[in-house]
């Protein structure tokens, strides 16, 4: 077999063989086959698309190209959660918990956040003595006995799809939907789970900028799911604008708490109260959707959810002082007013532009050697339709530097204003099963 003759058939529209895709992945993945010819693969793919069985093969292709977690000791039916990035997206720290609450195991593996979407694990890293690293026997031993664990992918989680998004990432290549959607679902189908609900967001601040190609992305992963005997639902969501009020790693965990604890923080409550169910009804502990939902809301009221989640830090030698405590959580040392510079309503704020005003300011990272500054974030003290009059506070900069003008500016830029209240756009668009 020669990567030529797969380069040619892809450039004109043909499909490829399984043997073919399992050929050029692991030769890729090995090193025996350049740069500069997957380069041309990509490209070829890039234009001329793949078919379901297509992006099927590549999947698992990559799954086999390292580690596949076997998570069969763990008792009953494993669920995990993924979100395709957003901005104040601290969801699955409300989410797994939850779903724990209820006896179903919640197995999940966390990447770090990479440019202005925080990942999961810098969150939970901002506990102090909180561990991500964890053997496979810890792991599976905490799941079965708290229903709950969050550690970080292991280094040789589906290498080729490292490899191959590293070349794509420099070839102009990244936007391919077969190609995103393979990606994810081969580092979510080797971490072993046995249901995956996906939460992918829409708007400015998500990977994918529009509805049309969000419901896209939706639909191939799902299709992946089913090809490959995985159960997926796909959620799509609402990335206009930052979920809750918080953004950056600390602040985020502060914000998830509270929600734990019963705080009425609508759309964070909304969109977790409906990724979880979508998990419970995955799992089949209940039978139907409406019973799923109130078991999950009766304890998130009664402190059920929020006691999982202390015992899920402690488990994993988190402070669990800080649960209970929440300002003991990393604080800034400077908290800068930013001001409204008109009369009016918000229109619309920039969620991309809120996340990198708060990876300026060291809560993200542009490249993976970058350190996390867990304290610094930003505080939205007005969102969306709130009416506001020049010089009211509309947020708030936690800095560890005195002058973040440049954090200051960006955000400035995300908002905009309008004379008439703007109508509410849907924070859930569509649910794909």
């Known amino acids: 077999m020669k990567m030529v003759d797969i380069i040619h058939k892809k450039r004109d529209g043909k499909e490829l063989t399984r043997e073919e895709i399992y050929f050029f992945v692991h030769e890729y993945t090995k090193g025996t086959i350049p740069d500069y010819q997957v380069s041309a693969l990509l490209m070829a793919i890039y234009f001329q698309g793949m078919t379901a069985d297509e992006t099927a093969a590549l999947t698992m292709a990559m799954v086999q190209s390292g580690d596949v977690i076997d998570l069969s000791n763990i008792h009953g039916h494993k669920v995990d959660k993924h979100s395709t990035g ?18 179903i195991p919640v197995a999940k593996m966390s990447g770090r956040g990479l440019g202005h979407t925080g990942g999961t694990i810098d969150k939970l890293e901002s506990i102090a003595g909180f561990q991500v690293e964890m053997t496979k026997e810890e792991f599976i031993e905490n799941v079965n006995k708290y229903k709950i664990a969050i550690a970080s992918q292991t280094g040789n989680l589906a290498p080729a799809d490292k490899k191959l998004y590293a070349l794509r990432d420099v070839t102009a290549t990244v936007d391919s939907i077969p190609l995103i959607a393979s990606s994810i679902m081969s580092k979510k189908i080797a971490s072993g789970a046995d249901s995956i609900v996906l939460d992918v967001k829409t708007g400015s601040g998500a990977f994918m900028k529009t509805l049309e190609d969000s419901e896209a992305l939706a639909k191939e992963m799902v299709r992946i799911g089913k090809k490959l005997g995985k159960n997926i639902v796909a959620v799509i969501s609402d990335m206009n604008q930052p979920l809750g009020f918080e953004v950056g790693n600390a602040n985020e965990v502060k914000e998830a708490i509270r929600v734990l604890r019963g705080e009425e923080i609508e759309d964070l409550k909304t969109l977790s109260l409906e990724l979880a169910t979508q998990m419970v009804l995955l799992a089949q502990s209940y039978p139907d959707y409406g019973t799923a939902k109130k078991e999950l809301e009766k304890n998130l009221k009664n402190g059920k959810a929020y006691e999982t989640f202390k015992q899920f830090i402690q488990a994993q030698h988190g402070n669990t002082k800080v649960i209970d405590h929440i300002e003991l959580l990393p604080d800034a040392k400077y908290h800068i007013e930013v001001k409204a510079e008109e009369d009016g309503y918000i229109a619309s ?7 990198l005003a708060a990876m300026y300011l060291g809560a993200g990272r542009v490249t993976k050697e970058d350190q996390i500054d867990h304290a610094v974030g930003i505080t939205l003290k007005k969102k969306v339709g709130y009416k506001v009059i020049a010089g009211e506070t509309i947020a708030i900069l936690h800095s560890n530097h005195p002058n973040p003008t440049e954090s200051m500016v960006k955000l400035k830029e995300a908002y905009h204003y309008s004379n008439t209240k703007p109508q509410p756009r849907p924070l859930i668009y569509q649910i794909i099963q």
């Open 86 to 103: 957003g901005v104040g997206d601290k969801i699955s720290l409300i989410v797994a918990p939850l779903v724990a609450s209820v006896g």
């Open 349 to 355: 704020i920039d969620a991309e532009a809120v996340g």
